[in-house]
């Protein structure tokens, strides 16, 4: 009897939870990551699953065999640094639980049907948000992929090498694949706001980008330097995150600089330089590249102004995602279910962008709170959206 909703949650959560916070990191193609791997494949297997896996680690457990046609759901197992448990897991232990209703009701889907797992949804390793499915899908290219680095400048070939996976085949793990569902935890108040709706269906996606910010200065003596003698990049930096914040908010759009570092990030020392990085996010390309503009434009004033020097590079930038309206019609319109968009990124928003025809099923998350240990989930709204995605499979993977 394979382990029910409760049990998977409970057998997945010491996985990557850190010691410290509480919260979960799981680096990519770290052991980490592997015993996540290990864990998803064992569940698979218990189910007589049988897995696909690419060579970048994502893996596709199906009901029967791959082929033409097939329905996929699933999510990710990554996490931010100190991120919550829900976001990215809650999508892959309820496909895992949702087939087991179907299968338990005797149902025997018309088209295959799949769990996937994505690594690197998070891009908290090497910096690019949905690395997993990009390369998947083709969205970003090998050649691009292989080079980033993580903090400690190891590469993505060379984690996949120690990881002992061998990177680009001919074939995908999408191949085949024309309809995708991902059940994710609401990141936000949206549902929570509603009266009685623990379960939504997303509309589409903010577009959203994230740039490295480099400021130059002259390193000095915090003592011996007079303050109007120097140059000091923090100042430049601290003067752009205000600049940020105060632009965001006027436009009711987002701007996060939440990862910054100092160098030489000594008490006593003027900074020669600091680095951080903006994520940036809007209701529309427009506003984006508005926002964008806005505050990068204002940095470099400040940095003339503070005798410092500025470099701005483009990380990752994802347009509107869009999800099929006909699609998110027949899930939302006959259960009543709400169609919100949502300004955090996913797997779905890269197969949407790549042509599969996807749609996304939020459960209630009474904080709102995500990317920290505070994200939460009732019991009972985890087990409607085992539910809701089981009725939504059936009719998908039914017809
Ligand atoms: O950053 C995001 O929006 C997503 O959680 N990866
Ligand atoms: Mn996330
Ligand atoms: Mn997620
Ligand atoms: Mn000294």
Not at 71 to 82: I, N, W, Y
Not at 174 to 193: I, M, S, Y
Not at 220 to 232: C, E, S, V
């Amino acid at each position: 009897m394979p382990d029910d909703f409760e049990a998977m949650w409970a057998s997945l959560a010491p996985i990557g939870r850190s010691a410290s916070s509480g919260g979960y990191f799981r680096q990519p193609f770290a052991a980490a990551e592997r015993e996540l791997a290990s864990w998803f494949e064992e569940q698979a297997l218990a189910r007589g699953l049988s897995l696909t896996r690419d060579g970048f680690g994502n893996v596709v457990a199906w009901l029967g065999s791959p082929g033409p046609r097939a329905v996929v759901t699933g999510s990710h197992l990554d996490s931010v640094l100190d991120g919550g448990a829900y976001d990215g897991p809650l999508g892959v232990v309820s496909a895992l639980a949702a087939l087991d209703l179907l299968v338990s009701r005797g149902f025997s889907p018309s088209r295959p049907l799949g769990v996937s797992v994505f690594v690197e949804e998070e891009g908290s390793r090497f910096g690019l948000a949905c690395l997993g499915s990009r390369l998947a899908s083709g969205a970003v290219s090998w050649d691009t992929a292989r080079s980033l680095t993580d903090r400690s400048g190891v590469s993505v070939e060379d984690a996949l090498a120690a990881a002992s996976l061998s990177g680009p085949s001919s074939s995908s793990l999408l191949d085949g694949v024309t309809t995708f569902v991902e059940l994710h935890v609401e990141q936000g108040r949206d549902l929570v706001d509603r009266p009685a709706a623990p379960i939504g269906v997303a509309s589409g996606i903010w577009p959203h980008g994230r740039y490295r910010y480099e400021f130059r200065g002259s390193a000095d003596h915090a003592g011996t330097t007079r303050m109007q003698d120097r140059a000091d990049p923090m100042l430049t930096y601290a003067m752009t995150a205000l600049a940020a914040n105060k632009q965001a908010r006027l436009a009711d759009e987002r701007a996060t600089f939440g990862r910054v570092e100092v160098t030489p990030n000594s008490t006593n020392s003027v900074p020669s330089a600091v680095t951080a990085w903006l994520d940036a996010r809007a209701s529309s390309s427009s506003s984006l590249d508005e926002l964008v503009g806005v505050i990068e434009r204002q940095a470099t004033e400040r940095a003339a102004r503070d005798g410092t020097s500025l470099t701005v590079t483009p990380e990752s930038v994802s347009g509107a995602v869009t999800f099929s309206p006909e699609l998110a019609a027949r899930i939302a319109a006959p259960r009543g279910w709400p169609v919100i968009p949502t300004a955090a990124g996913h797997d779905a928003g890269i197969l949407s962008a790549a042509g599969i025809e996807t749609a996304m099923l939020f459960v209630r998350n009474p904080t709102g709170v995500s990317h920290s240990p505070a994200e939460t989930a009732a019991m009972s709204d985890c087990l409607a959206g085992v539910e809701a995605l089981a009725d939504v499979l059936a009719d998908l993977a039914g017809d």
